[in-house]
């Protein structure tokens, strides 16, 4: 079965502090897709990224980062100089495809709470 | 309107009582989804719809009943609810289903029932 851990159920740090948030998975498929997703406190998921399995490199995109190692089955995810505004909660999901319909398993979700 | 929206934003409503949650989305999208998130429980998947066809119904009671008039519509509509149906209702939209797109949410319906 598929499956999505986030062991970190709460994490707090001081602004400009860097920040991982750890993900991993369990899939039988060898093709598959793992996101992020971040819930602010307004209640709308923002999707982050999308990664495909067959691409292992890592990711920059300005203060985000993400380390895809299929050997371990984790997707994490690192925030680097944090700020307030990042302030969420951070969802890893695993996407289970088939013909006509797509299933986002999500994770439980880890709070991120960045003080100034 | 841009993305995905989501009416009404806070419902409180009674046990006996018939509500619907509508979605729209302005993506051009031909999928969409209906999510339930409770607190401490991860998120989960309702129903999925593309292009207007069902075509996923994760064992949702028949007290939700989702309707797909067309693309950019969805509707949830609730009767005779319990309390343990009090969650965050969640839309998503994607470009279809079945090819693993990244997903776009609305920012959700706080459901309560009494």
């Known amino acids: 079965a598929q499956k999505v851990t986030q062991a970190q159920t709460e994490i707090s740090v001081v602004e400009k502090e860097d920040v991982t948030l750890d993900c991993v998975y369990e899939?039988?498929?060898?093709?598959?897709?793992l996101f992020w997703y971040k819930q602010p406190p307004s209640g709308e998921l923002v999707f982050l990224i999308r990664?495909?399995?067959?691409?292992?490199q890592n990711e920059i995109s300005g203060r985000y980062s993400w380390n895809f190692q299929k050997s371990t089955s984790s997707f994490n995810f690192t925030i680097t100089a944090s700020q307030v505004v990042d302030s969420a909660v951070y969802f890893c999901?695993?996407?289970?495809?088939?013909?006509?319909?797509?299933?986002?398993?999500f994770g439980t979700g880890t709070r991120l709470q960045v003080f100034p | 309107e841009t993305g995905v929206t989501q009416t009404p934003r806070h419902l409180v409503m009674g046990m006996t009582n018939k509500k619907s949650l509508k979605c729209e989305q302005h993506l051009g999208h031909n999928a969409m989804y209906w999510y339930k998130q409770s607190a401490k429980k991860p998120l989960e998947l309702m129903f999925v719809y593309n292009f207007k066809e069902q075509t996923e119904n994760n064992s949702v009671p028949s007290r939700f009943s989702p309707e797909c008039p067309n693309s950019s519509h969805l509707f949830l509509h609730l009767h005779t609810l319990q309390p343990e149906d009090s969650a965050l209702y969640l839309c998503?939209?994607?470009?279809?289903?079945?090819?693993?797109?990244?997903?776009?949410f609305g920012p959700g319906t706080r459901l309560t029932v009494t």
């Open positions: 899939t039988r498929d060898t093709t598959y897709y």
């Open positions: 990664r495909n399995s067959f691409d292992e």
């Open positions: 998503a939209s994607s470009p279809w289903a079945g090819g693993s797109y990244a997903q776009y």
């Open positions: 999901a695993l996407s289970e495809a088939t013909y006509n319909t797509d299933k986002l398993i």
